[in-house]
C-alpha cells in the first residue's frame, strides 16, 4: 500500500519560532550599539561641517567691515558698540547683511536642549525672527578680529555657565560636560578650522590660546 505524504510545507513548531525570535533580538542587540556610535560620529561631523561654514560667514563678513566679525546690529542698523545679552543677536547680523539666508547650520545635534531652527527668518533687513530663541547651539566670542591669533577661538559648542577666557587661555574641561555625551567638544578659530577636541578626566588640552588681553573677546553664550 502506497503512503500519500500531505502537501505543503511543515508549520513551524512553538520551539522554533522561539529560536529564530531569540536569534533576531540577539541581532538587534548587537547592532544597537553600532547604530549609537554611528549616530553620535554624524552628530560630531554635522557640528564641524557647521562650524566651518559659520567661520566663512564670518570671514565674508569681516572682508567688508575692515576685519571686524559680526557684531550685532543696533535698532538703527548700525554695529553694536557693546556685547548683546546672546550670541544669537550677533550671528543674526550674517542675516541682515545678506550672508546668511538658511538657519539650519546654527542647529547642533550634540547639544543638550538644541530645537531644529523653524526656517522662518522674517522680513529684510532686520530679519526679527532669525535665530530666535532656541534656534542658535554655539557660543560666540564677541570682539574677535580677523587680525586675532589664527588660533583664537570665533565660535564653540556651550561652555559652562558664566564662562570667560582667562590667561592661561581655554581647555576640554572648561566646556559644558554633556556636549556629545561628555566625550569632546567643536571649536572654530579665527583662521576658520573647525575640529572635535576629544575630553578626557583630568585633561587640560588647550583648545585654544585666547587669552583676556582686553576688554573685549567676551563669550557670548547661545540663548537656548
Not at 502537501?7 to 513548531?13: D, L
Not at 570667560?164 to 566646556?175: A, Y
Amino acid at each position: 500500500m502506497r503512503i500519500i505524504q500531505p502537501s505543503g510545507s511543515r508549520a513551524f513548531t512553538l520551539i522554533e519560532l522561539l529560536v529564530v525570535m531569540s536569534i533576531i533580538a540577539g541581532l538587534a542587540a548587537l547592532a544597537l550599539p553600532a547604530i549609537g556610535i554611528g549616530q553620535k560620529q554624524l552628530a560630531k561631523i554635522k557640528d564641524v561641517n557647521n562650524l566651518k561654514q559659520i567661520g566663512i560667514g564670518c570671514k565674508a563678513y569681516a572682508t567688508d567691515f575692515d576685519g571686524d566679525f559680526p557684531k550685532g546690529l543696533d535698532g538703527s542698523g548700525n554695529p553694536l558698540k557693546t556685547e548683546p545679552a546672546n550670541a544669537n543677536i550677533a550671528y543674526r547680523e550674517l542675516f541682515q547683511r545678506g550672508i546668511f539666508k538658511e538657519e539650519r547650520v546654527f542647529f547642533s545635534p550634540g547639544t543638550p536642549g538644541a530645537s531644529k531652527p523653524d526656517g522662518d527668518i522674517g522680513e529684510a533687513d532686520m530679519y526679527p525672527q532669525a535665530l530666535e530663541k532656541g534656534e542658535n547651539s554655539y557660543i560666540y566670542v564677541w570682539g574677535q578680529r580677523d587680525s586675532a591669533e589664527p588660533n583664537d577661538l570665533l565660535a564653540a559648542n556651550p561652555t559652562v555657565s558664566g564662562f570667560q577666557p582667562t590667561e592661561k587661555g581655554w581647555t576640554v574641561n572648561e566646556f559644558h560636560p554633556k556636549i556629545h555625551g561628555g566625550l569632546g567638544i567643536v571649536v572654530l578659530r579665527v583662521d576658520g578650522g573647525a575640529e572635535f577636541v576629544t575630553k578626557k578626566p583630568g585633561n587640560d588640552t588647550i583648545v585654544s590660546t585666547t587669552k583676556r588681553r582686553n576688554s573685549e573677546g567676551r563669550v557670548l553664550g547661545p540663548d537656548l
